[in-house]
C-alpha cells in the first residue's frame, strides 16, 4: 500500500514554482485508490527562516497556506491536510534519528551550504548559524518516516534532501535490527526548478525579499502581467531554448512549457514559432501563467469567507495525521528500547 507524504513550509504565500514543481502533483496522487495520503504544513520549518518570521506573520501564513491548499485542489475527504507542529511525533522522532545521522552527511547538504552562503565547499560555516537550519533535513526525515512514507512528491530542489532520509531510514534500520522504515521514493513532476523571475540562476523562492521575484498563486491577473513584464532575459529578440547561455528566456519558455505541459525545448519551433521579441514572448508567458493561477485564485479568495471551515480542516486533520504518527513512535520506542 503506498503511503504518499509531502510538505509545504508556511514562509509566505505559495508561488508559482511550488504548484508547478509539487504542489499540482499532490492533486493528481490523491485520486489514485488504496493509500494513504499526508499533506502538512511545515512550520516547525518555518522556524529556520532568518531573519526569523514575526508571529502574527507566521500564524496568518499557516492559516493562507491552507486556503491555497484547498484551493489548488487538495480535498480533505481523500487526503490528511495537518499543522505539522500539533503532531509532536514529529520532533520526539527527529531526536531519535539526530543520534544516527552523521554531522558529515548534514555538513554535504547544498541547501545548507547555500543558505549557510559558505562558497567554498570546505570553507566552515559561520558559528553564528543556527542548528536548526543545520538539523532541517533531520525533522524533514522525520517528517517522512514518522508515516512510513513510500512515496514522497517534491520538486527537485529536495532531492539530495530525500536521499537523506532513505540513508536515515537506512542507518536506523540497521542500528536497531528492525525493517520499521520503508525507503521513502521521490516523485517528480516534468517541470524542474522554476527559477526566480529577477535572477533566473536562483530558484524562486517564497522568502526572498523582492516580491517580483516570484508569482505567488494569489496574484491578479494584472500582477502576473507586470512581473512577467519585468522579468530579465537578454537583449536577443529571438526566442530560443538555451538554458545554460540564456537563462532568463529559457525560465520563461520552462514556464510556459509547464503550464501547458509541454516540453520547452520544442517551443521555439513548436507553439511558440514566429514569435519575436521579448515583449511578445513575455505576453504569450503572461497569458498562459494567468489561465493556470486564475481559478487557484479565484477559489482562494472565496474561501477567504470560510475561516472556520478552514480551521476546522485543519484541526481534524491534525487529530487524524496525530493517530498515525503514534502509532509509528510507539513501534519506534519498541525498537530502541524505550518501550
Ligand atoms: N522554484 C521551485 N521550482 C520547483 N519546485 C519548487 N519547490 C520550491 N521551490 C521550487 C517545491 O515546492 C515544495 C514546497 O517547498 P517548501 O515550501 O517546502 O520549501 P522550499 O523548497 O524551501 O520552497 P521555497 O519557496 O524556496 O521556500 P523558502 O523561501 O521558504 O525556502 C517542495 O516540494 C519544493 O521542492
Same mark, same amino acid.
Given at each position: 500500500?503506498?503511503?504518499?507524504?509531502?510538505?509545504?513550509?508556511?514562509?509566505?504565500?505559495? #508561488?508559482?514554482?511550488?504548484?508547478?514543481?509539487?504542489?499540482?502533483?499532490?492533486?493528481?496522487?490523491? &485520486?489514485?485508490?488504496?493509500? !494513504?495520503?499526508?499533506?502538512?504544513?511545515?512550520?516547525l520549518?518555518?522556524?529556520?527562516? #532568518?531573519? %526569523?518570521?514575526?508571529?502574527?506573520?507566521?500564524? &496568518?501564513?499557516?492559516?493562507?497556506?491552507?486556503?491555497?491548499?484547498l484551493a489548488l485542489g487538495i480535498n480533505p475527504k481523500k487526503s490528511i491536510l495537518f499543522q505539522q507542529s500539533q503532531v509532536p511525533a514529529h520532533t520526539q522522532l527527529q531526536w531519535v534519528l539526530t543520534c544516527v545521522t552523521s554531522v558529515g552527511w548534514l555538513n554535504r547538504m547544498t541547501q545548507w551550504k547555500t543558505k549557510a552562503g559558505s562558497s567554498p565547499a570546505d570553507a566552515a560555516p559561520p558559528a553564528a548559524l543556527k542548528m536548526g537550519l543545520f538539523a532541517y533535513p533531520v525533522l524533514q526525515a522525520a517528517d517522512i518516516l514518522i508515516y512510513r512514507a513510500t512515496h514522497v512528491p517534491v520538486g527537485e530542489d529536495q532531492h539530495q534532501h530525500l536521499e537523506l532520509a532513505r540513508d536515515i531510514a537506512k542507518v536506523f534500520n540497521t542500528t536497531y535490527k528492525t525493517n520499521l522504515f520503508p525507503m521513502p521514493q521521490a516523485v517528480s513532476t516534468s517541470a524542474k526548478r522554476i527559477m526566480s523571475l529577477?535572477?533566473?540562476?536562483?530558484?524562486?523562492s517564497k522568502s526572498h525579499a523582492n516580491p517580483k521575484?516570484?508569482? &505567488?498563486? !494569489?496574484?491578479?491577473?494584472?500582477?502576473?502581467?507586470?512581473?512577467?513584464?519585468?522579468?530579465?532575459? *537578454?537583449?536577443?529578440?529571438?526566442? !530560443?531554448?538555451? %538554458? *545554460?547561455?540564456?537563462?532568463?528566456?529559457?525560465?520563461?519558455?520552462?514556464l510556459y512549457a509547464a503550464c501547458r505541459d509541454l516540453d520547452p525545448a520544442s517551443l521555439p519551433e513548436g507553439e511558440l514559432k514566429g514569435v519575436v521579441g521579448m515583449v511578445n514572448l513575455k505576453k504569450k508567458v503572461a497569458e498562459c501563467v494567468v489561465d493556470t493561477v486564475r481559478p487557484v485564485r479565484d477559489e482562494y479568495l472565496r474561501l477567504g469567507?470560510?475561516?472556520?471551515?478552514?480551521?476546522?480542516?485543519?484541526e481534524e486533520g491534525n487529530a487524524r495525521a496525530r493517530a498515525e504518527a503514534d502509532a509509528t513512535w510507539e513501534m519506534v520506542m519498541k525498537a530502541v528500547g524505550m518501550k
Open positions: 500500500v503506498r503511503r504518499i507524504l509531502s510538505g509545504i513550509q508556511p514562509t509566505g504565500v505559495p #508561488h508559482l514554482g511550488n504548484f508547478l514543481g509539487a504542489l499540482r502533483q499532490w492533486v493528481q496522487l490523491q &485520486d489514485q485508490p488504496a493509500q !494513504t495520503v499526508v499533506y502538512s504544513i511545515v512550520d520549518h518555518a522556524l529556520t527562516a #532568518h531573519p %526569523p518570521v514575526p508571529p502574527a506573520t507566521l500564524r &496568518d501564513s499557516i492559516h493562507n497556506s491552507a486556503r491555497v491548499l529577477t535572477d533566473p540562476t536562483a530558484k524562486m521575484s516570484r508569482i &505567488d498563486l !494569489t496574484d491578479s491577473d494584472s500582477t502576473i502581467a507586470k512581473k512577467v513584464r519585468g522579468a530579465v532575459t *537578454d537583449s536577443d529578440p529571438t526566442v !530560443t531554448w538555451d %538554458p *545554460d547561455t540564456r537563462p532568463g528566456v529559457a525560465n520563461l519558455l520552462s469567507g470560510e475561516v472556520g471551515y478552514v480551521k476546522a480542516v485543519l
